[in-house]
């Protein structure tokens, strides 16, 4: 009983870790925000700049988020690029 007293006390001095990532939160799932975090991309502007190709071929990138993705940025009148994928 009383080592869970003291991790208790522990954890409560612990310093807040600060949490990268919040853009799409609560929207894409970890995985789709970290491959997106790879490439840089933390904003609808630079979202945009990608064609759904490119961002279907990140690692990470499935169908049900990209699903999830295209409803979002179409509530914020946001579009793919259409520049033609470079191979």
Same mark, same amino acid.
Request: with cysteine; aromatic share 8%; net charge positive.
């Given at each position: 009983?009383?080592?869970?007293?003291?991790?208790?006390?522990?954890?409560?001095?612990?310093?807040?870790?600060?949490?990268?990532?919040?853009?799409?939160?609560?929207?894409?799932?970890?995985?789709?925000?970290?491959? #997106?975090?790879?490439?840089?991309?933390?904003? #609808?502007?630079? #979202?945009?700049?990608?064609?759904?190709?490119?961002?279907?071929?990140?690692?990470?990138?499935?169908?049900?988020?990209?699903?999830?993705?295209?409803?979002?940025?179409?509530?914020?009148?946001?579009?793919?690029?259409?520049?033609?994928?470079?191979?």
């Amino acid at each position: 009983m009383i080592n869970l007293v003291l991790m208790a006390k522990c954890l409560k001095t612990m310093a807040p870790v600060p949490f990268e990532g919040c853009f799409l939160k609560g929207i894409l799932p970890v995985t789709a925000r970290r491959a #997106l975090e790879r490439e840089k991309i933390d904003s #609808l502007e630079k #979202l945009c700049g990608y064609s759904e190709a490119e961002i279907l071929q990140m690692h990470g990138f499935g169908r049900n988020s990209m699903n999830r993705l295209k409803i979002y940025m179409k509530n914020h009148q946001a579009y793919f690029s259409t520049h033609p994928e470079a191979d």
